[in-house]
């Protein structure tokens, strides 16, 4: 599909409305519209109705159905799978619906391991984290780019580090400048509509196709690039891919993404504290190009509105940096810290 | 190839066996025999007499002949590409020996980016930078492995990394220890006739994959695992790689690789003191476990004597670490440290 044509989405998210992140994520910050989900067990809602405090703009939400047919009343250009099945395999169910889909001339899109082009021949198939066929080796290009790169880094994975770039870029925009959101992951990809999942590249690649990401996204001139971060320093299984975007991506500043967990996290092994993650994530960056840590960003989902200020007011102390949770609050601290530095 | 099978290798450096360091590494460490280099612009010296230096033990020299039949005369199993070609493909009279090679029976054996077997079809191939088709996710099992692991790290890339922990292994052996070299480049997977170049995998299971090559040197319970490092924390395009591998292997202590060179490094960026390298790999390492850098390999290729012996001198002053310059001198200071950490 052509890059500048906008998709028109029904989201594939039976029985998982709720857990389902890339559909939240589209329906949220996507470029793309979102017609109708796919969700026979909430059909006759609203996605903003099933998940209050999802959408900002009301224009956004999209009806809840039970059937294909149903959907195509509202005329979609692409199915989205919006949650990975819980066996790692797409069920029988939901093939079908697929091959209706593709039957009926809509482009499948599907952000999963399990690739969904040889399952369906002969449609148009877009599988988000399949990379692309020519990746570069870094080649310091990216010292060169002339507009601001900031990149969301983390104490641990799945901490919130799309959802932080995202609304910091949101935050920027309502202030009047211009941006580049950077998307490395599978979600942050199908929002956009461009990108590269970097943990599906070949590792040797991994800072290059980083590097060429920001370079494609400095060729507006915007004030500030945002690049979205993957994994963290501290992951046993990702800190490698972390650290390839790390110095990949060349960024001029950091914003440490962190959440109130404790814990052991992956594998039994301990998340660093927030102050311990912000001092070596710099110290690694300065190996390469020097990226002090500006602000920390907060994820308290699940926090009361006491709990979550008294965390951000910790975190902040602790670390001497702004500190704020923008998808609860405002992203404008962060952003500001980001366009001082 | 049976996998406990020796191969009797002829290696392909034609014109350029002085810069074939597959070739070198094949020749001073490779567990499989070379029976004969083909270099038609040394035809009739030995690999041993035109480097001298490269070969330990005598029984390992191999004659330099001219042809693919004068090689065969020498019964080889398989045909080493011991040199990858200038312009990254190979040339055409390359292509003609291989395709001969392979016409004899021969196994055909690279280790390029470059795949050789869709070249050759129907031929016995073994493409070394070729992933395994399965590669698993960092589980935490390599956190439970019981022999001592050991890694070598860098301030650079191809700094000697492969050198070192080859010669810390033989140094063990003399030691009468038992010991489990594992391979993450292709010309340690050529030497050793196993292992992955972990540089070729996606870069989700770089870690997975070097907590599975420590396991399975782990199997026959060895006094020591010594593990091929891999890039340089801070080297900008493969540090990925580097880190995937530090925490994936779970090592116990490490091993710093220096040299003497300084000037900017990989495009443009200043290659770490030996000093802070320790240091910040330390506590990069520290995230998910403890690892000390307990020693350092000085690579002092191209000094004199006594140059060496004051490079040596400084950086041990410098880290306060025993240093040594295991090709050069011996490599038993590093393997004590090793062992006493």
């Known amino acids: 599909m052509n890059g500048t044509l906008r998709r028109r989405y029904v989201i594939l998210a039976e029985g998982r409305l709720h857990e389902a992140k890339t559909a939240h994520g589209v329906l949220r910050y996507g470029k793309d519209e979102v017609v109708a989900v796919l969700d026979s067990t909430l059909a006759g809602k609203t996605a ?19 059937t294909l047919s149903e959907a195509l009343a509202h005329s979609p250009t692409s199915i ?3 949650v990975a099945p819980a066996g790692g395999r797409l069920p ?15 482009e499948i899109v599907g952000g999963l391991h399990q690739r969904l082009a040889p399952e369906f021949p002969g449609a148009n198939v877009w599988d988000v984290r399949e990379p692309p066929a020519e990746v570069p080796i870094f080649s310091g290009e990216g010292f060169g780019v002339a507009p601001k790169v900031a990149l969301t880094v983390g104490t641990d994975a799945a901490i919130g580090k799309m959802t932080a770039t995202l609304e910091v870029e949101r935050e ?22 461009w990108g590269v999942c970097v943990d599906a590249v ?9 590097e060429m990401l920001v370079l494609q996204a400095a060729k507006s001139s915007p004030d500030l690039i945002l690049v979205e971060g993957q994994g963290a320093l501290s992951h046993p299984a990702y ?17 440490l993404c962190v959440s109130p967990e404790d814990g052991p ?11 311990r993650a912000a001092r070596l994530y710099e110290e690694v960056a300065a190996l390469v190009k020097p990226a002090p840590v500006v602000a920390i960003s907060a994820n308290t989902k699940g926090l009361t509105d006491k709990e979550a200020d008294a965390f951000v007011e910790r975190i902040s102390t602790e670390t001497g940096l702004p500190t704020a949770d923008p998808f609860r609050d405002s992203a404008k601290p962060i952003l500001e810290a980001a366009m001082r530095s």
Do not use: K, N
């Open 172 to 193: 920027a925009r309502r202030a009047g400048l211009s941006t580049g959101f950077v998307p490395t992951g599978q979600t942050g990809v199908i929002i956009a509509g």
């Open 265 to 275: 996290g992956y594998a039994g092994v301990p998340r660093p504290s927030p102050a």
């Open 202 to 210: 070949v590792s040797d690649f991994v800072a290059g196709v980083s």
């Open 92 to 106: 029988g169910e939901w093939m079908e619906t697929l091959r209706g889909a593709a039957e009926a001339g809509l």
């Open 48 to 66: 903003g109705g099933v998940m209050p405090g999802l959408l900002t703009d009301p224009g956004r939400d999209a009806p809840v159905v039970a």
């Open 239 to 255: 800190s490698g891919v972390t650290l390839g975007l790390l110095h990949g991506s060349c960024p001029d500043c950091l914003i």
């Open 80 to 82: 989205l799978v919006g």
